[in-house]
């Protein structure tokens, strides 16, 4: 399978605030990578840059060797259906039902009258039902999406993703505002995608937890720059102290003890 990301040298200035400072990474295709980092590292901005969201203001960012930061029009359209988004919010349209915002991920393909009349082909509804298979939520598909659980959502939002085709992943923060037990499901749906079709995924984290268990490569950022590239087993907690210190680690491990301690008792990290 083709579809390595390369980032060199990529900086994104906002105003004096460097969001991202020079980050290097080449992620081959079919890898399962998370982002960590303290809130304000620069996780958000990185994803964003990838799928050109936002520009850099230098540095290179390239897929299977064309130069994504030069696409315009026509082409980065493309990009950035090949690059599908989620978001920590679902963005689902809450009064259409499950199986239409699913479809919505079609729209792309349909060009501005397609778009406007919201019809949609025979095909294109198995491939949305298909999906929703796949994330466990056909029983929802008639359902309006704003009477779903938050877990519920962002599946849908995963399933919608999948319509798209992409080749690239891209969640920021998918987990964030969910309770343990929906975030379980919603990285599992991410697993299974990125195992069954080699899809790259590329996601931002706020828990160490969650990033040991499902990534295979884990990079950690800190004031947009990348600290620490390597597997999950390489980044134990001693390595996580040396690079950011005691409250870096209780701040990536924060959901976890308001979360799972709640409900376990257990207070994850040592004061
Ligand atoms: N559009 C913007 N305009 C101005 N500053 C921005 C913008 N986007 C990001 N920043 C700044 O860039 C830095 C990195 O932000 P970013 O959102 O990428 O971090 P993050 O690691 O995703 O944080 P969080 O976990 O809180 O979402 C922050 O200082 C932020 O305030």
């Given amino acids: ?112 009258l397609g778009s406007m009349a919201m019809r949609f082909s025979d095909e294109e509804r198995a491939m949305a039902i298909r999906a929703l298979d796949r994330l466990d939520l056909v029983p929802q598909a008639l359902q309006r999406a704003g009477t779903l659980s938050g877990g519920q959502q962002q599946r849908v939002a995963i399933a919608r993703a999948l319509v798209q085709n992409p080749k690239i992943m891209l969640a920021d923060e998918p987990i964030a505002s969910l309770d343990p037990a929906n975030a379980t499901r919603v990285m599992d749906g991410l697993r299974h995608i990125n195992r069954e079709d080699g899809l790259t995924v590329l996601v931002n984290l706020h828990t160490l937890d969650t990033a040991r268990a499902y990534c295979d490569r884990i990079v950690a950022m800190r004031a947009g720059r990348v600290m620490f590239d390597g597997t999950a087993a390489q980044l134990t907690d001693d390595v996580v102290r040396d690079i950011y210190g005691l409250e870096g680690l209780a701040e990536f491990d924060e959901a976890v003890t308001s979360t799972a301690a709640r409900a376990t008792g257990r207070v994850a990290i040592p004061a």
Avoid at 4 to 30: E, K, M, W, Y
Avoid at 31 to 41: K, Y
Avoid at 87 to 102: A, G, M, P, S
């Fill in 1 to 112: 399978m083709t579809g390595n990301l390369t980032l060199t040298d990529v900086t994104r200035h906002f105003g004096d605030t460097t969001a991202v400072d020079r980050a290097s990474l080449s992620i081959a295709p079919g890898q399962f990578v998370g982002v960590i980092g303290r809130s304000g590292a620069g996780k958000s901005t990185l994803l964003r840059l990838v799928n050109r969201l936002v520009d850099p203001s230098s540095g290179s960012i390239s897929f299977d060797g064309v130069e994504v930061t030069a696409l315009r029009g026509r082409a980065l359209r493309a990009w950035r259906r090949d690059c599908a988004m989620i978001f920590q919010q679902f963005n689902l349209v809450d009064r259409l039902d499950v199986l239409t915002n699913v479809l919505v991920g079609r729209l792309s393909e349909h060009g501005f």
